[in-house]
T-cell receptor
Framework: AQSVTQPDIHITVSEGASLELRCNYS??????LFWYVQSPGQGLQLLLK??????LVQGIKGFEAEFKRSQSSFNLRKPSVHWSDAAEYFC????????????????FGKGTKLSVKP | NAGVTQTPKFQVLKTGQSMTLQCAQD?????MYWYRQDPGMGLRLIYY???????DKGEVPNGYNVSRLNKREFSLRLESAAPSQTSVYFC??????????????FGSGTQLSVL
């Protein structure tokens, strides 16, 4: 079955430090992979997406992610974290899902909450 | 530049009461979605509408109904609210559901508490 695992529920990093958020997926076919960010009290916003081609994907706000097929991973990285990056981050896989005759769209991980220390 | 607008932002209901969550998008998108977000559960799809006039069940449709009123609006109704429906509800839209690589645009959410 299709699934997305984000192993870290909560991560705290110091401002200026590097960041890596982990994401592992399970999907039979070539995956479409996404990272969304949710700031407090807001809806989700797309950071970046991977469909095919270059396995290193650049996104908004200085984020990047690397697709590694052999590890079924799509980890999100940022070289230097800013206080404004404090938010919850969701990894998602685009999948054709049968909900008893219907088809869905994205399967989301449970999220990783990022806190940034001054 | 509104994007996806949800109302209300907050709501408290008593068990058994009914209510409708409203969602409208101004991006001329074909597809619209309702998700619920619970702590430690991520987002789960309740219902979606691939195009005007069609609706389909998602992962957790029980206890909900939806209406795609027109291309802009997609409402979610709780006929008899239960405490298990306490959650944050998000409406989203995308240009065309025909491809699973669609970018979703989200509203800012409705925080619902059922007592």
């Amino acid at each position: 079955a299709q699934s997305v695992t984000q192993p870290d529920i909560h991560i705290t990093v110091s401002e200026g430090a590097s960041l890596e958020l982990r994401c592992n997926y399970s999907y039979g076919a070539t995956p479409y992979l996404f990272w969304y960010v949710q700031s407090p009290g807001q809806g989700l916003q797309l950071l970046l997406k991977y469909f095919s081609g270059d396995t290193l994907v650049q996104g908004i706000k200085g984020f990047e992610a690397e697709f590694k097929r052999s590890q079924s991973s799509f980890n999100l990285r940022k070289p230097s974290v800013h206080w404004s990056d404090a938010a919850e981050y969701f990894c998602a896989v685009g999948a054709l899902i049968n909900y008893g005759g219907s088809q869905g769209n994205l399967i989301f991980g449970k999220g990783t909450k990022l806190s940034v220390k001054p | 530049n509104a994007g996806v607008t949800q109302t209300p932002k907050f709501q408290v209901l008593k068990t058994g009461q009914s209510m409708t969550l409203q969602c409208a998008q101004d991006m001329n998108h074909n597809s619209m979605y309702w998700y619920r977000q619970d702590p430690g559960m991520g987002l789960r799809l309740i219902y979606y509408s691939a195009s005007e006039g069609t609706t389909d069940k998602g992962e957790v449709p029980n206890g909900y109904n939806v209406s795609r009123l027109n291309k802009r609006e997609f409402s979610l109704r709780l006929e008899s609210a239960a405490p298990s429906q306490t959650s944050v509800y998000f409406c989203a839209s995308s240009e065309d559901r025909g491809d699973i690589n669609e970018k979703l645009f989200f509203g800012s959410g409705t925080q619902l508490s059922v007592l």
